[in-house]
């Protein structure tokens, strides 16, 4: 008997193909089962004892304690600054505006920031 290859499908060996996973899927069933059933949970590590982090904190804060703070310096103005000053402008709410610096100084410094600017273009850097 010999079997000649054909245009249709071979059913035999879809059957035999189909059994097989039919059979690996069975398997696969059965093993996970008997894994829920048998398998422990393994234990974690055991965690690190507060009573040591909390320790080494305390330590912590007690040596920042015994630091020395910087000292800090407050600048005051000096009576003459604030004679100098005179009134200043107020708004509606109470607080005082900046002083205006004077337009003799404000045309001093433009006129630096002009011969400035004046060098750098003679030697070409702008």
Known sequence: ??????????YEAVKEKREKLKLQKEYSRQIKEYNKKNITFFQRLPTKPQVTSSVSR????????????PKTFITRQ????VKEAGVLPQTSDGTS?????????????????????AAFKALHIL
Request: proline letters at 9%; a positive charge.
């Open 58 to 69: 305390r330590k912590a804060l007690e040596y920042a304690k015994k630091i020395p703070r």
């Open 78 to 81: 000096s009576d003459k600054e």
């Open 1 to 10: 008997n010999v079997k000649l290859g054909g245009l249709g499908p071979d």
């Open 97 to 117: 505006l900046p002083k205006i610096p004077s337009l003799e100084t404000l045309r001093s410094r433009h006129e630096k920031e002009k011969e400035v600017v």
